[in-house]
């Protein structure tokens, strides 16, 4: 009788043990989103301008590192680093550097508006894999999709 009581009692601890794991992430808005940190994080738009790749280029992307608040990613042209600033749901990005690389206008163009986007977002909304950048008027700047690596 001890055995089994005792197996269902088990099983019952460890699947409420495995609902719990990951329950809670300070980065992410609310259940099931995905983290603003350390997540890839594709372009899609730039305020009305959908995000465009060559087939020589990267993706536009981002990844905001936690570890020394450290931006990385591409405009789709050239790469980008930087530092971020992130306080609950206020985000700032400082000392956004880019390499020279020229690309075809359109390319530069998507390049312009997104380096602009980033100097004037304010605050940040994750809803489940899409990231929106905000200004201090709560307008999407540019809004991204979370891409798994593996």
Not at 66 to 77: H, K, N, Y
Not at 120 to 128: C, F, N
Request: negative net charge; hydrophobic residues 45%; charged residues 25%.
């Amino acid at each position: 009788m001890i055995h089994k009581l005792s197996l269902p009692a088990l099983l019952l601890g460890a699947m409420t043990l495995a609902g719990c794991a990951g329950a809670f992430d300070a980065t992410a808005e609310g259940p099931g989103d995905e983290s603003l940190e350390n997540t890839y994080w594709k372009l899609e738009r730039v305020g009305d301008r959908e995000a465009v790749a060559i087939d020589e280029a990267r993706e536009a992307h981002l990844v905001l590192h936690t570890e020394d608040s450290r931006l990385a990613g591409s405009t789709g042209c050239n790469r980008m680093m930087g530092q971020f600033e992130h306080e609950g749901d206020r985000l700032s990005f400082d000392r956004v550097a880019t390499t020279m690389m020229a690309c075809p206008g359109e390319v530069m163009a998507l390049e312009r508006a997104f380096l602009e986007a980033l100097g004037s977002v304010e605050t940040w909304r994750v809803e489940g894999e899409s990231l929106t950048l905000l200004d201090a008027e709560g307008e999407a700047l540019a809004s991204f999709e979370a891409v798994h690596l593996y």
